[in-house]
Structures are given as structure tokens and as C-alpha cells.
């Protein structure tokens, strides 16, 4: 009967380390996309004291990983080149 619960309770603390850390990731990938959003650079974003305090590089890595981080880099370098072709395209016709 011992060896039993200490299985259920080796297996709770999986679960519930797990989920805080997802819990946690997802707030890093939170404030990463914001901070994209606001315009910011990928690497001055992952230099930031909150960046720094609630990850460590292999996680800063892994960010690279995550589809919404992925996802929101690709709207903004579209974003930025769809800015630079219609500055191009005014600059060729003045």
C-alpha cells in the first residue's frame, strides 16, 4: 500500500511541476509576442531583466521553437517588408 501512494504522489508532483512550468512558458511566450508587436527586436527582447529572471538559454532557445513565437516574427518581418516595398514603390514613381 506505501510503495502505492508514493507512486501517486511522485506522479501528482510530475503533473503539477509540469503544468507550472507550461504555465510559466506560456507567459514568457506571452510577453515575448507582445513586445514583437510593440515593434521591438527579437534579441533586445530576450536581454530584458523579466527574460532573463524567468528563463535560462536552453528556454530562450526553445522560444524559437513555440509556433506563436514563430508566427508573430514572420507577421512582423512581413510587416516591416511590406513597409520597405511601399517606401521603394513611392521613392520609383517620384
Known amino acids: 500500500m506505501g510503495e502505492r501512494i508514493e507512486r501517486t504522489v511522485r506522479t501528482l ?5 509540469d503544468l507550472s512550468v507550461g504555465a510559466r512558458e506560456e507567459r514568457v511566450v ?3 509576442v507582445t513586445e514583437l ?3 521591438r527586436h527579437f ?6 531583466p523579466y ?3 524567468n ?14 513565437t514563430l508566427m508573430q516574427i514572420e ?5 516591416e517588408f ?6 521603394l514603390d513611392t521613392r520609383s514613381r517620384g
Do not use: C, V, W
Open 82 to 87: 511590406g513597409d520597405y516595398r511601399k517606401e
Open 37 to 39: 508587436h510593440k515593434g
Open 51 to 53: 527574460m532573463i529572471s
Open 13 to 17: 508532483q510530475e503533473l503539477f511541476h
Open 75 to 79: 507577421e512582423t518581418m512581413a510587416t
Open 30 to 32: 506571452r510577453y515575448l
Open 55 to 68: 528563463t535560462d538559454a536552453q528556454d530562450r532557445a526553445k522560444l524559437l521553437e513555440n509556433p506563436e
Open 43 to 48: 534579441d533586445d527582447i530576450l536581454t530584458d
